[in-house]
């Protein structure tokens, strides 16, 4: 294991015998070939360490490379990424708040598009509270997280039906879900591809995913770029992951559709065509895609505007 991510480990207080890390191939395209974009990200509020991210030569997608095996995801996830974000495993008040005012906006969002009642999956739901809006049009609703004090508040003190797993374990009933969302969660979580085939075995035909991305850059990129995000989707990045997956997006947007606690991140919803074939999506990367080059020129022209 390179000596960096030793000193990662210890600084998030994780036994470093206990893991190894990983070169990964690009999420999205499968390709090997990435230029390190940047080696220093933020490790904690005001504490950097180098956790390389890189962009994709073939498709320009962003994501840390090399990252650590899956046990060290489970065991972060499931026991220190509150503490270290908060310094508290249990949620405040104003969280739980917030995911109401997100679902609510969300609800609102969708509604023109889906039926007045049907059955939603939230991947990576946290305390669950984006759920009730749902529930409260007579929705039947199901979230899961890897979070287990989150869950058991949601389970035990809102009443919500939430499971705690992470997402490459779910174990779902196929061909059932009429929307699926995946707000934020599928840039934290372990392997986002297993995420979405498990997720597409359990839609229903022309059944919606909404996934929401954190968007570009709010500030340096030295802060933008931090240990808890593990892949960086753009505009042009989520529609890729979707369809790769057999999702078509149809609305995708930068608007603040959940509220104003979530600046710069964006939206894209897509309905699924059960039909797709891997080889549609190899034509598809062809024409829609990035360039890793002006990637780079991007978050470099960004950064210069806080460093005058």
């Not at 480990?9 to 690009?26: A, G, T, V």
């Not at 939206?267 to 190899?282: H, Y």
């Not at 024409?287 to 080059?293: A, D, F, I, T, V």
Request: glycine share 6%; hydrophobic share 30%.
């Amino acid at each position: 294991m390179e000596d960096y991510i030793k000193d990662y480990l210890n600084h998030i207080s994780m036994d470093q015998k206990k893991y190894f890390s990983e070169f990964i191939r690009c999420e999205v395209c499968e390709s090997e070939d990435h230029k390190i974009v940047r080696e220093i990200v933020s490790i904690s509020r005001g504490n950097y360490g180098k956790l390389p991210v890189v962009s994709c030569k073939k498709c320009g997608f962003l994501f840390q490379n090399p990252r650590l095996n899956e046990q060290f995801y489970e065991d972060y996830y499931k026991k220190n990424y509150r503490n270290l974000l908060f310094k508290r495993n249990d949620p405040s008040k104003d969280f739980i708040n917030d995911q109401l005012l997100r679902g609510k906006k969300l609800f609102e969002f969708i509604r023109e598009f889906i039926p007045k009642k049907g059955k939603i999956l939230d991947v990576g739901c946290s305390v669950g509270c984006m759920l009730i809006p749902f529930i409260k049009y007579g929705w039947e609703a199901f979230g899961t997280d890897l979070d287990t004090d989150y869950v058991k508040y949601g389970k035990e003190r809102l009443g919500l039906p939430l499971e705690d797993v992470k997402a490459e374990n779910m174990i779902l009933e196929e061909n059932s879900y009429d929307l699926i969302i995946i707000m934020g969660s599928l840039e934290h979580i372990y392997d986002p591809n297993k995420t979405l085939e498990i997720c597409k075995k359990a839609a229903k035909d022309n059944s919606l995913i909404i996934l929401e991305g954190r968007g570009e850059p709010q500030s340096h990129t030295r802060d933008y770029f931090n240990q808890n995000h593990h892949r960086y989707f753009s505009l042009v990045s989520i529609e890729l992951m979707m369809m790769k997956h057999g999702w078509k997006p149809f609305l995708t947007t930068d608007a603040m559709i959940h509220g104003p606690t979530r600046p710069g991140a964006f939206t894209s919803v897509g309905k699924l065509e059960k039909q797709f074939k891997k080889e549609d999506f190899k034509k598809i990367l062809k024409n829609h895609k990035e360039n890793y080059k002006e990637v780079i020129k991007k978050l470099d022209n960004h950064d210069r505007k806080f460093e005058l």
